[in-house]
């Protein structure tokens, strides 16, 4: 009996493609402005960081010069109304506070801390 796979890979069916998993993370960027690179970056500090919080990191791609980021739907992050793109420490933050209120970022919190006592 013929395997429906890819040599070497399991068959279709053995994957669980119906399946979000969640917390699911999703980055809106512009195809249109080129910002893939900036969105898998993104996306691949927050996976590094949240290695085992995070249950999916998903590009989408979109259109109008849009940067958002979206938590289960929520929206963390949008470059009109924050006039710009987020800077990483921040953004782990916002995630951290989300999936791993606990959780310490070490040097990021560290660094965070430090420039909001310097205000």
Known sequence: ?????????????????GVTRTPRLEIEYCTQCRWLLRAAWTAQ??????QKELGEVALAPGTGGVFEIRLDGELLWSRK????????PELK???????????SLGH???????????E
């Open 1 to 17: 009996m013929p395997s429906s796979g890819s040599p070497g890979l399991p068959p279709a069916e053995e994957y669980d493609l």
């Open 45 to 50: 500090e927050l996976l590094t960081t949240f």
């Open 81 to 88: 109304e924050q006039g710009g793109f987020p800077e990483l």
């Open 93 to 103: 933050r916002l995630v951290r506070d989300r999936i791993a209120p606990g959780r």
């Open 108 to 118: 990021t919190d560290r660094a965070g801390s430090a420039s909001e006592q310097s």
